[in-house]
């Protein structure tokens, strides 16, 4: 591989990681606000113990998205400072706005919601949670409305060698942003409610004594998943119509093409089962054990959807970084080395590969061991919730 | 308003000295003063709440200088290409010790997990001493030079004691020194002075490498109002997590 393919590699790479964590982010925040909604509004001990156990899933996930979400942050200007020089002006705006205004209240948020438990007001720990859940929400428009200036770039002229920002409004009303970002929020609600139901279902076929718990998160879980796999199919075609021409038609990018067509077809079987088998059954699903095997199975599925979604659209741009303004061998630093390049990808793989796989272990055994002696909201150091058995 | 936007990154920067800087200087004492794991965890339960508050500020320490100096960004990143790999690597794996450590109960998870707390925080604090070397020549030199090394000594000692003196604020006693807040605002300034420095020095080649008027202006219409909310949800945590007869609860989720 040339230092270019090899730069594109850690890109993809620690891509493709980020984004596994994001969109398990995006799917669950709002579902634990709810969780932690219904419990502040009836004080109902299984709604406690449905916000402790989903939401200490939730932010150990959140830890990989973090450290992810950091490499990709500064690998901009690491091997792609070609792409600041060059556009700098126009690009750089949504990221600033997306590290200042969104990802910076998130982080923020997030620790007072964590550690606040006990020490917060109801009402004010409640609000952080809605506030994490937001700004988790801005933070992924303007990822959305950088990547899609990448794809369409809209609102900028080119000066001097130079693009300029012209018109920022075109920026948020890019062609390829007002389908493209939908689409992602209904990847990740449909993700989340998958996760619900897999390790719901899980859990009722190990014969869990907390039934309730879990008949209730997988019921949680379909209608999420159903939601967000309608909303997902339906901005995805709508999509279409915004495409560049070409995009998946040239042999150069058949990755891009096979991608796109494994995400449609898995995409579409995924799609009926959810809204004619699931949700028809949902009252019943969590009684017919015979299910469960196959909805633990379907679990890792939205997962491998949405990277091949990020791949026929980031393949499909090849070889442009900014569609047909500057190519991808254009943005890469100049000077950077085979040699440099090879060692951070070695360094980046092999620490975040080893954290994500650990990473799920835990939260493997978090679900194994259900909600009980959770660490989230522990106030003393033999603290459980209520068994939910009873309600 | 090239003023406004230096002040906004500088205050980031500064910030992020001062605030984080505390959290490393913890970090680098787990093998000094946390001899006992219900040491480790009183001292990591110490810094816990304010961790995702304070890194946050180098993420928009980032963030702004890639919006507002666009021409830098690239520049001082490739620069210090190893280096800022490096810091990358301990920072990432300081923040999985964190979040990773009291997952499990055995002791080699525990021990390998503040180990990978005290090496990330040794790395980024030797690594910051190093890159202000670098920064303060212009990129000019390496900063492995004996310079930088040794600024890079000196900034992982002021954190050490930035971190000590927080420990002394928040719980008095506990590791055999008792602060107030006037000195930790002492020591907070004094962790940050590394950073103001170069920052001083830098100041005209920032100005002068600025982002266009019109990028600047979507910038300010749409961070600066936001600038109150940002303060405000940092005064938050530190009127939620400040000294009292349970500042340091255990157990913490960190």
């Known amino acids: ?391 | 308003m090239e003023v406004i936007w230096f002040a906004f990154f500088a205050v980031l920067l500064a910030g992020y000295f001062a605030l984080e800087g505390f959290d490393l200087g913890v970090g680098l004492l787990l093998p000094v003063l946390g001899r006992t794991r219900d040491n480790r965890d009183r001292m990591v339960a110490a810094i816990a709440p304010y961790v995702l508050a304070n890194e946050v500020w180098l993420v928009a320490v980032a963030g702004t200088l890639f919006g507002v100096y666009p021409l830098l960004e690239g520049e001082v990143l490739f620069g210090l290409y190893p280096l800022v790999v490096a810091m990358l690597l301990c920072w990432v794996l300081r923040d999985a010790g964190l979040w990773f450590r009291r997952r499990l109960d055995g002791s080699l998870w525990r021990g390998f997990w503040d180990g990978a707390i005290a090496f990330g925080s040794l790395g980024l604090s030797v690594g910051w001493g190093m890159a202000l070397y670098a920064a303060a020549t212009g990129f000019a030199s390496s900063p492995v030079h004996p310079v930088g090394l040794m600024l890079g000594v000196v900034v992982t000692l002021l954190f050490a004691f930035h971190g000590w003196t927080f420990l002394g604020w928040r719980t008095p006693g506990v590791f055999g020194a008792t602060r107030s807040g006037p000195m930790l605002l002492v020591s907070a300034l004094v962790a940050a002075l590394p950073a103001v420095g170069v920052l001083v020095g830098a100041m005209p080649y920032l100005l002068e490498n600025t982002a266009p008027p019109a990028t600047l202006n979507v910038l300010s219409l749409m961070v600066l109002p936001f600038a109150p909310i940002m303060l405000g949800a940092q005064v938050w945590v530190w009127r939620t997590f400040r000294p009292g007869k349970d500042a340091v609860r255990l157990p913490s989720f960190f």
């Open chain 1, 1 to 391: 591989m040339d230092v270019l393919d090899l730069a594109r590699t850690q890109f993809a790479v620690t891509g493709s990681l980020h984004f596994l964590f994001v969109v398990l982010t995006l799917g669950l925040a709002p579902l634990v606000a709810i969780m932690h909604t219904k419990w502040a509004r009836s004080g109902n001990p299984l709604h406690e113990s449905m916000t402790r156990f989903w939401g200490q899933v939730y932010v150990i996930n959140y830890a990989l998205g973090i450290v992810t979400g950091l490499v990709m942050e500064f690998q901009f200007g690491l091997a792609w400072s070609g792409l600041s020089h060059y556009a700098g002006d126009v690009f750089g705006a949504p990221l600033a706005m997306e590290t200042l205004v969104a990802f910076f209240l998130e982080s923020t948020f997030l620790g007072l919601w964590i550690f606040g438990w006990g020490r917060l007001p109801k009402w004010a720990h409640l609000a952080c949670i809605w506030l994490v859940t937001l700004t988790a929400y801005a933070s992924a428009f303007y990822i959305m409305v950088a990547n899609s200036f990448l794809q369409n770039p809209a609102g900028a002229v080119v000066s001097g060698g130079r693009m300029q920002l012209t018109d920022f409004g075109a920026l948020l009303t890019n062609k390829a942003l007002v389908f493209a970002f939908p689409h992602v929020v209904g990847a990740g609600l449909f993700t989340g409610g998958m996760v619900l139901v897999g390790a719901s279902a899980y859990m009722l076929r190990r014969r869990t004594p907390d039934t309730e718990f879990f008949a209730r998160s997988m019921r949680t879980g379909v209608v999420t998943a159903a939601i967000g796999v309608f909303v997902a199919m339906g901005f995805g075609y709508a999509q279409f119509a915004g495409i560049q021409a070409g995009k998946f038609g040239d042999d150069r990018n058949i990755l891009a093409a096979v991608g796109l067509g494994f995400m449609i077809e898995i995409g579409q079987l995924l799609a009926l089962v959810v809204l004619l088998v699931m949700l028809p059954m949902i009252s019943s699903l969590p009684r017919r054990r015979w299910t469960h095997p196959i909805l633990i199975l379907m679990t890792p599925l939205p997962f491998v959807l949405s990277i091949l979604g990020w791949m026929a659209r980031e393949i499909g741009r090849q070889p442009w970084m900014i569609w047909e303004r500057l190519s991808v061998a254009d943005a890469m630093s100049p000077g950077l080395t085979s040699g440099m390049v090879t060692t951070s990808l070695i360094g980046f793989t092999a620490v975040l590969g080893l954290l994500a796989i650990v990473d799920y272990v835990l939260i493997a055994r978090v679900i194994r061991r259900g909600p009980r002696a959770l660490d989230l909201g522990a106030t003393s150091p033999d603290d459980k919730p209520a068994p939910a058995l009873s309600y």
